[in-house]
C-alpha cells in the first residue's frame, strides 16, 4: 500500500513568505504530525492532527500552522518566514485507535529560506 | 518529561564488526521505545519498537535492541555491519504508543570497508 505523501519535496522561499506544505497519510491512519529536522535543534515536534482536530502541540511560534481535513490529508503553514526555517519538514501518520504501533514518516519536504 | 540521550554523535565501525548504538531515556511512566533510520535526502524509517511485551526486540536489517529498565538503556545492536548499514539512527521515547515522539540528537554510522 501507499506510504506517507509529502508535496513538494524541495521548496525555496524568500525571507518574510509564507509556505504550505503537504501531507497524505496511509490509507486508513487518521492521525497526523508534523515534525521540523534542523541540524542544531534535531528534530522537533510541531503538532497532531486527529479527525480534523488538533490533538497535540509542540512548542513552535504561532506562525507554524496545521490543519486537516476529512480525507485526513493535512497541511502546514508557515508564515512570515525566517531564515531559521529552513529545515526538513517530516510528516508521519498512525492509527491511533491501535493504541499505537508507531508513526510511519514520509520523506519530508525540504524547505530553503533564502 | 521525557527525554533521550544517544551516546556519541558518529559512530564508526569496520564492515563485518559488532554495531552498538547507545541510547538511554528518561520517562516517569513505562515507555514505549522506537529506533528509526535515516539515510540521506529521505524520511525515517522504523527499525523496530518496544511496547512491554518482551524486552529483547528484533527489528529489520538484522538490528535488535534490549530494554533495560534497571539502566534506562535501550541500546541498538547488531552483529556484522553492512555497508548499507551507513546512515543515522534516531532513538525516541513516547510515554504511551500514540503520543507525540521525543528525539534523540542522533547517531551517524558510518561503515569502513
Known amino acids: 500500500k501507499a506510504g506517507v505523501t509529502q508535496t513538494p519535496r524541495y521548496l525555496i522561499k524568500t525571507r518574510g513568505q509564507q509556505v504550505t506544505l503537504s501531507c497524505s497519510p496511509i490509507s486508513g491512519h487518521r492521525s497526523v504530525s508534523w515534525y521540523q529536522q534542523t541540524p542544531g535543534q534535531g528534530l522537533q515536534f510541531l503538532f497532531e492532527y486527529f479527525s480534523e482536530t488538533q490533538r497535540n502541540k509542540g512548542n513552535f511560534p504561532g506562525r507554524f500552522s496545521g490543519r486537516q481535513f476529512s480525507n485526513s490529508r493535512s497541511e502546514m503553514n508557515v508564515s512570515t518566514l525566517e531564515l531559521g526555517d529552513s529545515a526538513l519538514y517530516l510528516c508521519?501518520?498512525?492509527?491511533?485507535?491501535?493504541?499505537?504501533?508507531?508513526?510511519?514518516f514520509g520523506s519530508g519536504t525540504r524547505l530553503t529560506v533564502v | 518529561a521525557q527525554s533521550v540521550t544517544q551516546l556519541g554523535s558518529h559512530v564508526s565501525v569496520s564492515e563485518g564488526a559488532l554495531v552498538l548504538l547507545r541510547c538511554n531515556y528518561s520517562?516517569?511512566?513505562?515507555?514505549?521505545l522506537f529506533w528509526y533510520v535515516q539515510y540521506p535526502n529521505q524520511g525515517l524509517q522504523l527499525l523496530l519498537k518496544y511496547t512491554s511485551a518482551a524486552t529483547l526486540v528484533k527489528g529489520i536489517n538484522g538490528f535488535e535492541a534490549e530494554f533495560k529498565k534497571s539502566e534506562t538503556s535501550f541500546h541498538l545492536t547488531k552483529p556484522s555491519a553492512h555497508m548499507s548499514d551507513a546512515a543515522e539512527y534516531f532513538c525516541a521515547v513516547s510515554p504511551s504508543g500514540n503520543t507525540p515522539l521525543v528525539f534523540g540528537k542522533g547517531t551517524r554510522l558510518s561503515v569502513i570497508a
Open positions: 508521519a501518520s498512525t492509527r491511533l485507535e491501535e493504541g499505537g504501533v508507531g508513526y510511519t
Open positions: 520517562s516517569s511512566v513505562p515507555p514505549y
